[in-house]
């Protein structure tokens, strides 16, 4: 056996402790997220002028951290709109968003940045996509002069028109044509959109795309008790050797953010305690790593 799923770096959404990236906030959620066990916070970048990034490298290294960013492009940012001054716009976004995580000291920009994170009321077109594919060429090159990896992640149906699925992100992944851009996985927009989640898990892996994953559950809430398949997820992603972090993601409207809140429809509260929540998800995230690895070592002894 090469590698063990529970070597894997776990992470946790800050938007799990707080909505804003102030001094304080940072501060608050990087000890809450050491303390509850965690090696990675990722960072939601929805306006790289917001988060400061000599801070956020200083406070990670504080507490012992590794840091990964996230975003989601607007409808005004949309790189996949067939209106140039759009697209020129979501470029000079994703650029300044790979200054920041350079200059955090990080090694990943992931989340929606293919197209708007937002519910579309048209279809993609050809155009459009070529557009995205073009900008995320000039973006991927900014991002290797960095070592910085960009993930693009699948999500449903209702917050983008042009990447639902794995073989679609595989796909666009395939037109960009760049070693330092693969797929990011996300349960939650899995148990929507794929028919299982093995398979897209395999196909990222031995496409060696797979870069990023979100735990979530169908509800965002408290892993394990919704209807993802969390046994047959942990025992793919060991199968296939993933080595990468394993990031828990989940929103409650106990913190809000503004433009989060909207974007992804975040109207419930499926939690309030959010230490706690953080402390049983890091829990569920090792048993589970733990009992895939255990799976494999007893069906090569029997
Ligand atoms: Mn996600």
Redesign the pocket.
Known sequence: MTTVLTDNPVGIHALVWTGAWDESSARDAMRRTATAGYDLIEVPLLDPGLVDATMTRELAVEHGLTTRFSTGLGPDTDISSDDADVVAAGAHLLERAIEVVAQSGSDFLGGVISSAMTKYTRLPTATGRANAVAVLREVADRAADHGITLGL?VVNRYESNLVNTADQALALVDDIGRDNVGVHL?L??MNIEERDLAGPVRRCAEARRLVHV?V?ESHRGYLGTGSVDLVGLFRALHDVGYVGPLVF?SFSSVVVSEAFTTALGIWREPWQDADDLARHARQTIATHAHAAASHLVTDRRS
Request: hydrophobic share 0%; glycine share 14%; proline share 0%.
């Open positions: 992640e996300d939650y927009h979100h979530g993601e």
